[in-house]
């Protein structure tokens, strides 16, 4: 009888195990579609998460190249389903976390390294922020939403962010700067903050100005060169370098202009 009790429960626990195992075979098929993303402290649970194929053309000289890049669908959802950052000493939005430096970017800045190096032929600094400005030009701008009162909020993107929704000046500056830092080049924000019609500019650094003027010398004597990351506000092929008018050197919104060149996140 002991051994037929023994026999017995063995018996019940293997079938047990079986049940068990059955059902979480059952429940992995039916939350297959189904992905957790992480978001700092907590889980956000979303169905079938896709990845996010986007076709790009860059133009340099007048010449057109092609780069695919694919966005993958937890990397977005983890920027995007994060609150905005703000920065606690100002109490305003934290623009330079913003700029950071994560697969996508590194892929988009390798792509465009490459395409300076194989296919033009011409791996100076300037045909690479050429690269990199014209890319963020193919960007749609787009305002940020407005709250209830009917104000546009500001709402910073990642780059990320911006390639799979569209941005305003400062989406598609990080969007500049981001790829600039990944590719080896040095680039700063220019803010031009004003109770109506602020912007956000960047700048990058050039070893040789390529007979360009600088629009911003630090402390160190780096010179930076104006790139104005919203195609509307570029009407020349080449734009590193070309200056609105209202920003030029002089005007009041140049006087109001704040530099930040502190990214750390990329």
Known sequence: MMLEGGADNKSNTIRA????????????????????????????????????????????????????????????????????????????????????????????????????????????????????LSFAHQTTYERDPSNKEGRETEYPRTPVETLVENGDCEDLAALFVSVSLAAGLDAVFFMFPAPVNGHMAAGVHLDNGHGLKPYYTSSSGEKYYFCDAVSSNVPVSNGVGYIPPNYAEGSKMYNLMEVLDEFPNA
């Open 17 to 132: 195990l079986a049940v068990v195992l059955t059902g979480i075979v059952l429940i992995s098929a039916f939350l297959a579609p189904f992905t957790y993303i992480v978001n700092g402290n907590h889980f956000e649970y979303r169905f079938d998460v896709k990845d996010i194929d986007k076709s790009y053309t860059v133009t340099y000289e007048g010449k057109k190249y092609d780069l695919d890049i694919t966005i993958p669908g937890r990397l977005y959802y983890s920027y995007a389903d994060q609150p905005r950052i703000v920065d606690k000493s100002t109490g305003k939005m934290d623009y330079a976390a913003y700029v950071v430096n994560d697969e996508v970017v590194q892929k988009i800045a390798n792509e465009l390294k490459r395409i300076a190096n194989d296919e033009i032929g011409d791996s100076s600094d300037y045909t690479l922020a050429s690269l990199i």
